[in-house]
């Protein structure tokens, strides 16, 4: 079916517009989409995108060129079709692979067609042609004179057409080069043939094209660098050289500074008593400049101020002087209609507000660069945005890449260094044609030296080279986060990827059946929402545990057969329950913020005064105090158990792990332990207050007391009061405490050394034992009439765990060294080969279960052993397989230990 430019066909006719175009126009055929997304029936030829595309450099008078432009594929770019109509209709600016761009298919060279019209209004004004965004190269043409080249993918460029115009009907003819694959230039994920981790290219014009007039002498940028500590914003407006300048800060109706100079130097307006953005306070200041010229242009920018510092002890990155722990998804911006293009700007907007609606407070824009309205929208919304640099087409280094990478990397940064929101410039991802990683990162600060820069996301894996050392960031990717991320130095540490967890919606795959995610796939929403609360729960204990500073979820949005979405590809079905998704990703970052305690119930209090950060709060002799550890005494005694409040359950109290019943309390000044005698609960109750990189601890019952080190001993401090230890000097560094996993992980006590049969609890069951039969661990009924093999199959020795001593390993009683373990979480006996991934298999926490011993695994996260059908796994509850079934799962997970029955 054919109409002349008339609706979107998706399936169904779903909408008809007409409008006037000019002579020859092409048909534009609509294409089908793989699926379609709420926003594909409101794109037609009359709304491609007609909002103005540069938010932050706007004219009031423009033109937008977006809509039917005839097109057609060509070997190559020397015979430009002047005059001459092009038999295809495509829709600008979606790439010529999407759905909506009617084209839906790849060409290496191909050429587009258009006429306008210069409203008389605009006359003796010159007149830029903008593009936001073509790949690869592009050469344009307006009536057969070419007014400009220009090779990237990914920045904006412009040219004044003015000579080259003609009264009437002005012809434009675009004839770009796109070739994808090649190691020759920066292509992100795009690929000719994708599959997997790689996507449909997108090829051509991608983003808005508009015509614009302009004085001879004009703006074309704002290079806008906001000054906390001066209170004031540095402004360089580009443009014309030795122009004169008036820039004016306002907000509403109010101008709050302004300031007078010429182009190209530094104006300092005053920006007084500034209001700060941040993911809390998103708040834009609008900008006015105008030009003696009589050119005039607005956009907006945020004041905010970026760093890193220690903080608690720790290097953390810094906003507004302030650690704020970065929580954010992995974006790649693919839609299945529109590939790299969002079908429509509210789409645009819609995929930022979910996230921050999810709880996420940072968003890395994965190896591509968006339109300048997405960045608006990030600014506008609060989402802090680590931007990569797109990778070349390579996974090693591609040496004929270089020249093309480093100009479009500097034209990128220059670009959007002005983004309120970008916090961090990542230049390569997992080695991916990396090359020369130092003198890179050296090269990003000289254009831009007021943000973190990342050398390699994903440094500690894959294809990356040596790491340089000069970046700011030590970026892991761990999609299970099984042990813990390599420490800060000198620099930051983040979990730059980690997640993967996929699941299939059927009616909302883009191939049907070959959707794939980063591990197992979950059946449902409540198995899904469950796992991603465990690996978030992990991320929170390596905040203060590893100095974490950031994580970054895989991912958003389902991509083509890559099913690790929050949302399917369509961003119709929410696959996670997104209240529980909010909850814990807050609850990230209070922990972060030192306003929350946990996730686990076994915690240690951590020194975070410089110079001290190797102690710990232990009780000693039933005082407090704070000791390097390295006894089991010493760890024992430095683990508590996080209880409600006694006194407030929203407060929290602290329970010796090795004094069961007594607790943390402060008494004429000291903090001590002391039993719960009905007397202590509200002595013994803290509430959590945000420190500097932790926790404070303000007594419940004696407000602006803190538990506080002083020479070792550890009281209840008020802020210069009378006594020795209320002194402010350091106050709030010694007051706050870095709260995580605890040095004796364990919760509940097994004999070393000794062997043990392990019966099972569940009701029904109890005659059953833990043993093991052909290498695999099962549940057998063992009595005192069972022959002699079974009765030492269901006896193990209990040893200090392989990978963590304050754990536990089980070794055969008839099989001397060997030991449980488990593979594809089928638990099993197998020889120690002393491998690290073998250590932590065979090791598990012992911790109070429902009538017995909970049998926590250390590398599979919110696992721990389980009967199930006889057979024996490590079970989460609720996950994504059938031994995971949350139907009895506390009693299935609780063993008691008892007498051997082979000594």
């Not at 209001?275 to 400049?289: A, E, I, K, T």
Request: proline content about 6%; aromatic content about 10%; glycine content about 10%.
């Amino acid at each position: 079916m054919t109409r002349r430019v008339l609706g979107v066909l998706v399936a169904v006719l779903i909408t008809t517009t007409t409008v006037a175009l000019p002579a020859h126009a092409a048909e534009w055929q609509p294409k089908t989409p793989p699926l379609t997304t709420p926003w594909t029936s409101q794109v037609s030829p009359a709304n491609a995108l007609p909002e103005y595309p540069r938010p932050q450099l706007v004219r009031t008078e423009w033109q937008n060129l977006n809509g039917v432009w005839e097109f057609a594929g060509a070997p190559n770019l020397d015979n430009p079709p002047f005059g001459r109509p092009l038999a295809e209709g495509v829709l600008v600016p979606y790439p010529i692979e999407s759905a909506l761009s009617g084209i839906k298919r790849h060409e290496d060279a191909m050429f587009y067609r258009r006429t306008f019209t210069v409203p008389s209004t605009w006359d003796g004004r010159r007149v830029q042609l903008n593009f936001g965004a073509v790949t690869w190269e592009a050469r344009i043409w307006v009536n057969g004179t070419q007014v400009g080249t220009h090779t990237g993918g990914y920045d904006a460029f412009s040219f004044d057409i003015t000579p080259a115009l003609k009264s009437g009907a002005n012809e434009i003819v675009v004839g770009v080069s796109s070739p994808v694959d090649g190691s020759r230039y920066p292509i992100g994920k795009q690929r000719r043939d994708p599959g997997g981790i790689f996507y449909t290219a997108a090829s051509g014009i991608w983003q808005t094209v508009w015509l614009e007039p302009v004085r001879s002498s004009h703006i074309t940028r704002l290079d806008t660098t906001p000054d906390v500590a001066a209170g004031v914003l540095d402004l360089v407006v580009q443009g014309t050289a030795g122009q004169q300048v008036t820039a004016e800060v306002r907000t509403g109706d109010t101008t709050v500074g302004s300031r007078t100079g010429t182009t190209g130097s530094h104006l300092r307006i005053p920006v007084p008593n500034a209001r700060l953005w941040s993911p809390d306070d998103p708040f834009l200041y609008d900008l006015r400049v105008t030009l003696a010229s009589g050119d005039a242009v607005t956009g907006y920018f945020g004041m905010r101020s970026l760093g890193k510092a220690v903080v608690g002890g720790v290097m953390r990155p810094l906003l507004n002087g302030k650690f704020v722990f970065q929580i954010g998804t992995l974006d790649q911006g693919y839609w299945p209609d529109g590939s790299y293009t969002a079908p429509t700007d509210e789409a645009l907007r819609w995929d930022l507000e979910r996230q921050k609606a999810l709880g996420f407070n940072m968003v890395r824009k994965h190896i591509k660069i968006e339109p300048a309205r997405w960045y608006y929208h990030a600014d506008r919304l609060g989402l802090m945005v680590w931007q990569d640099m797109p990778a070349v087409d390579a996974v090693n280094e591609a040496p004929n890449s270089h020249a093309n990478y480093e100009s479009e990397l500097r034209r990128i940064v220059d670009q959007l260094k002005g983004i309120t929101s970008i916090v961090q410039w990542v230049p390569f991802n997992e080695g991916w044609g990396e090359y020369d990683a130092g003198r890179i990162v050296n090269l990003v600060r000289s254009i831009d030296d007021t943000r973190l820069v990342n050398h390699n996301s994903g440094s500690n894996c894959c294809v990356s080279d040596p790491d340089p050392g000069n970046g700011d960031v030590i970026d892991d990717h761990a999609y299970q986060i099984t042990t813990g991320n390599r420490l800060p130095d000198n620099r930051i540490a983040v979990l730059g990827e980690f997640g993967g967890l996929g699941r299939r919606v059927v009616g909302h795959e883009y191939e049907p059946g070959k959707g794939f995610a980063y591990g197992a796939l979950y059946p449902d929403e409540q198995s899904l929402t469950k796992r991603y609360e465990e690996i978030v729960k992990q991320v929170a204990r390596l905040v203060h545990t590893r100095g974490l500073s950031a994580s970054v979820y895989t991912e958003p949005y389902d991509v083509e057969n890559e099913v690790n979405g929050f949302y399917t590809y369509d961003r119709r079905v929410l696959k996670m329950t997104e209240a529980r998704v909010r909850d814990i990703n807050r609850k990230v970052l209070a922990v972060a913020k030192g306003t929350a305690v946990g996730p686990d119930d076994l915690v240690s209090l951590r020194v975070t005064t410089t110079g001290y950060t190797d102690r710990y709060l232990r009780h000693q002799d039933g005082l407090a105090r704070t000791d390097v550890i390295g006894t089991d005494l010493g760890r024992l005694d430095a683990t508590f158990h996080v209880r409600p409040g006694l006194a407030d359950a929203a407060c929290y109290s602290f329970e010796s792990r090795n004094f069961p019943g007594e607790f943390l309390r402060h008494s004429n000044g000291r903090i001590r332990k002391d039993r719960d005698d009905g007397t202590i609960a509200a002595d013994a109750t803290f509430c959590a207050r945000e420190g500097s990189g932790g926790t404070a601890l303000e007594s419940y019952n004696l407000r602006g007391g803190f538990i506080r080190h002083f020479n070792e001993n550890v009281y209840l401090a008020r802020s210069g009061g009378p006594n020795p230890w209320d002194t402010p000097t350091s106050f709030v560094a010694d007051t706050t405490w870095a709260i995580g996993v605890a040095l004796w992980r364990s919760g509940a006590d097994l004999p070393l050394d000794q062997a043990r049969s392990f019966r099972v609890t569940t009701p029904g069951f109890t005659d059953r034992y833990l043993r093991h039969r052909d290498g695999l661990a099962r549940t057998d009924v063992v009595t005192s009439t069972s022959d002699g093999l079974l009765k030492a199959d269901a006896t193990f020795v209990i040893r200090r765990g392989l990978a963590d001593p304050t754990c536990y390993s089980l070794e055969a009683r008839n099989y001397p060294g060997q030991y449980l373990r488990h593979a594809d979480f089928r638990v099993r006996l197998n020889a120690n080969d002393n491998t690290d991934l073998f250590r932590r298999d065979a090791t598990f926490c012992a911790q109070q279960g429902d009538g017995g011993v909970r049998l926590e695994s250390v590398n599979e996260l919110g696992t721990n052993i389980r009967h199930y059908a006889e057979e024996v796994w490590v079970a989460s509850n609720g996950g994504a397989h059938t031994y995971d079934n949350p139907a009895s799962y506390n009693q299935d997970v609780s063993w008691a230990v008892g007498s051997p029955w082979a000594p």
